[in-house]
């Protein structure tokens, strides 16, 4: 597996995704050579034109990469975010990845794909490469409109597709129910989830609770993604500080101290 390169590329596309307001869109790479990467890995990019403001890369989780292109679904948030959303077929990209661990895929096994929002992103590829979409359900939960989503990229890849729009605080309480209800289902199975932090705890949680084997993605701020700055730590079940670009971003949810 390629891991750890650098890379200067250019953008092939960027695709918004939905309406103006949402900021989610598809942002495509011309490929840079690597042989295969597994869903779940990230890659560190930044516009190819060094400015100092932000000065560090950005962590994407890899959407889909092939011989052509390398494929991020990426929602605007703040000034990394915002540049990539101005960039234009054509415009330099330079990078590091794929980087990081990746989530288990066993296509005779029931599986279930929980994502939070942009959580979706490594799910794309994750469906793609699963092989069997009999076993592979997905449920994401979104406080954006349903349509700011590439749903199409899973036509055909999952048994099933559940969205659950979350638009009160009353919502979370529906939500966590049909989480509960969900992994219930999969105490033999299989659970693997992308999102924040809250939502990630409740799926560990709900897994411990049903003796599901789950598999987190983390989504911490990172600068370097090769395990030098240690600005991305997390606390692993002994305690210790453990790095989320190289020990993870993908961790067993038994590995993890979730309250710490
Ligand atoms: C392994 C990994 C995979 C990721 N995959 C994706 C992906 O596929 N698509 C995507 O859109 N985003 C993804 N992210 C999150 C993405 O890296 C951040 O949203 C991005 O770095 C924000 O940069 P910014 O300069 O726009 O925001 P900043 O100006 O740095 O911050 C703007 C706001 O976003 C918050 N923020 C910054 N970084 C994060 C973060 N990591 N998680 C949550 N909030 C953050 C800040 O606290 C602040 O409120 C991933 C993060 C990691 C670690
Ligand atoms: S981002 Fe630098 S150690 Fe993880």
New binding site residues.
Partial sequence: MDRNRCFDTEVTRNELIGSEEGGQFLLGLKAVGWKTFSPGQ?AMIRPGKITLD?VLA????I?WANEEEIL????K??????QFAELRPGDAVTGWGPL?SFFARDPSKPTLALAGG?GL?PFMGYARKFGNPDNLELLLGHTQPATNFPLDFFDGLVSKLDTFYQQTREDLNTFIEMLDERISRYADGHVVACGPMPFLKTVGNLATKYGAKAQLSL????ACGIGACMGCVTTNAKGDHVQVCTRG?VFWATDLDLEA
């Fill in positions: 990230f932000p950005r962590p994407f989780s959407a991020f679904f990426v929602q948030l703040g000034r990394g975010t915002r990081g942009i992103a989504e911490n701020k990172m971003p």
